[in-house]
């Protein structure tokens, strides 16, 4: 069985760091064709795709979020990693972490975690 | 970057209806779209994946066509706990776009 949470800070302030933590189980990320993704929703809002990490190491980015965005893992602790730098209130939303598999979407979804940018 | 324009943003059916969603691709996306619903305060759930393959414990009157660069998504005979919001996903390409979302509404 499938499952991921994800956790982060809460509430942190303009121009700071946001660094999230994606738990999972039921699979491993040195398993050819995983991947755990990152996805965040703004309240109200639509769904937006920010970056993706493989079982061989491979990131992608979305563009859109220029530089900001770092993608990393701990395959021995079934653990995935997404930093976003200098944030600001646009990126006040929810957070989630999906399952991913190669030519198969986001098929599994932590509940996600409300991230809050305010000074 | 692939757009995805989905219609209509928002739909109201009244049980037992039968409802569709489109998304079209500024591309050809190869049959690669997802279906997901939504309900408020809950996660996506993955309904649909590859155009019209249910994922398991998808009901059967969910279901989903189409090819190149138009793709739609229907419900037949409405229930109550399919009011929700529904997302189209292409993952076709890089970067993966959701379309803008459609919210059923029970008339």
């Known amino acids: 069985q499938v499952t991921l949470k994800e956790s982060g800070p809460g509430i942190l302030q303009p121009s700071h760091t946001l660094s999230l933590t994606c738990s999972f189980s039921?699979?491993?990320?040195?398993?050819?064709?995983?991947?755990v993704s990152w996805i965040r929703q703004p309240s109200g809002k639509g769904l937006e795709w920010l970056a993706s990490?493989?079982?061989?190491?491979?990131?992608y980015n979305n563009p859109s979020l220029k530089s900001r965005l770092t993608v990393s893992k701990d395959t021995s602790n079934n653990q995935a990693f997404l930093k976003v730098t200098s944030v600001d209130t646009a990126d006040t939303a929810t957070y989630y972490c999906?399952?991913?598999?190669?030519?198969?979407?986001?098929?599994?979804w932590g509940q996600g975690v409300m991230v809050t940018v305010s000074s | 970057d692939i757009q995805m324009t989905q219609s209509p943003p928002s739909l109201s059916a009244s049980l037992g209806d039968k409802v569709t969603i489109t998304c079209q691709a500024s591309?050809?996306?190869?049959?690669?779209i997802a279906w997901y619903q939504q309900k408020p305060g809950k996660a996506p759930r993955l309904l649909i994946r590859?155009?019209?393959t249910l994922e398991s414990g998808t009901p059967s009157r969910f279901s989903g066509s189409g090819s190149g660069r138009d793709y739609s998504f229907s419900i037949s005979n409405v229930e109550s706990e399919d009011i929700a919001s529904y997302y189209c996903?292409?993952?076709?390409?890089?970067?993966?776009?959701f379309g803008a979302g459609t919210k059923l509404e029970l008339k």
């Open positions: 039921g699979f491993s990320l040195s398993t050819y064709g995983m991947g």
């Open positions: 999906a399952h991913t598999r190669k030519l198969g979407g986001f098929d599994y």
């Open positions: 990490i493989w079982w061989n190491g491979n990131t």
């Open positions: 996903l292409q993952y076709d390409n890089l970067p993966y776009t």
């Open positions: 590859y155009t019209s």
């Open positions: 591309q050809n996306i190869n049959k690669y």
